[in-house]
């Protein structure tokens, strides 16, 4: 693999970026990777490594770069639930800046960053998200439906509100397929938003699938988190790269894990 830092231009500013990539030549297919509110650290690092294993190209902005750039603050109680939930009040006002509008621009940024480089495939890319990185995941496929094929949320949050806003308003514009992993009892996505979204996704005849996993915590994939859970961040991984590999050909899809 080959990671590195990156900037990427947007219109509101400079965002920082981790991009990584297998060795070699490519081209590699493009997927962005939408991280969660505590920013871009070792473990997204991690993950988007992993994924860039089975041969994609990555790039993981941090998407409040408004606030600066990351590491934008101590995550070193993570693993305590209630240092936590400081880290988040923190980083609230952050999240809440970023609105669909806010997140149309970079995202367009974002993927004309990956269609600039040499070795990143022509045509369109997925994109993966996780925590409030899931639920504008989901507001950057319905606002770029032709260059966005795939889209996986995991344990996003607020995904189908009452608010005019709200994400799933726009996905009648999807022309992809997406994945959705909920937590279970999950107070950022109660039954009831999941039960919306798929109405909503039923109705305008997206391709999806909506799974809970059956006793998960908010966060279940972050391994440096309390709630990490490893048995769903495997399932996480299967479902992720199942997807990945059904929708984005690779020059080098014979020779991944599996193939």
């Known amino acids: 693999m080959h990671g590195t830092m990156v900037d990427v231009r947007t219109e509101d500013g400079v965002a920082d970026a981790y991009l990584v990539r297998p060795a070699g030549a490519g081209p590699w297919p493009g997927v962005l990777f939408y991280m969660d509110a505590f920013g871009l650290r070792p473990r997204v690092f991690e993950m988007a490594g992993r994924i860039a294993a089975r041969g994609y190209a990555v790039l993981a902005p941090n998407l409040l770069y408004r606030g600066g750039r990351a590491p934008l603050i101590d995550l070193s109680g993570l693993g305590d639930p209630e240092q936590r939930r400081g880290i988040i009040g923190k980083m609230m006002p952050l999240i809440r800046e970023l609105d669909t509008a806010a997140i149309t621009r970079d995202t367009?940024?974002?993927?004309?960053?990956?269609?600039?480089?040499?070795?990143?495939?022509?045509?369109?890319?997925?994109?993966?998200?996780?925590?409030?990185?899931?639920?504008?995941a989901f507001r950057a496929i319905g606002a770029f439906p032709e260059r966005i094929v795939a889209l996986a949320s995991f344990h996003g949050g607020q995904l189908a509100t009452e608010e005019p806003d709200s994400p799933h308003l726009k996905v009648g514009r999807i022309t992809g397929e997406v994945y959705f992993a909920h937590a279970d009892h999950d107070h950022a996505m109660?039954?009831?938003?999941?039960?919306?979204?798929?109405?909503?996704?039923?109705?305008?005849?997206?391709?999806?699938?909506?799974?809970?996993?059956?006793?998960?915590?908010?966060?279940?994939?972050?391994?440096?988190?309390?709630?990490?859970?490893?048995?769903?961040?495997?399932?996480?991984?299967?479902?992720?790269?199942?997807?990945?590999?059904?929708?984005?050909?690779?020059?080098?899809?014979?020779?991944?894990?599996?193939?």
């Open 190 to 259: 109660p039954q009831e938003q999941i039960d919306r979204l798929e109405a909503a996704l039923d109705a305008a005849d997206v391709r999806f699938r909506s799974e809970i996993y059956a006793g998960a915590a908010h966060g279940f994939t972050m391994s440096e988190a309390a709630a990490y859970d490893a048995p769903a961040e495997s399932r996480h991984w299967e479902k992720l790269f199942e997807l990945l590999d059904d929708t984005l050909p690779s020059q080098s899809s014979s020779s991944r894990p599996g193939k």
């Open 108 to 136: 367009r940024a974002y993927l004309d960053f990956l269609a600039e480089q040499g070795d990143v495939a022509d045509g369109p890319v997925a994109v993966v998200g996780y925590c409030m990185g899931g639920t504008n």
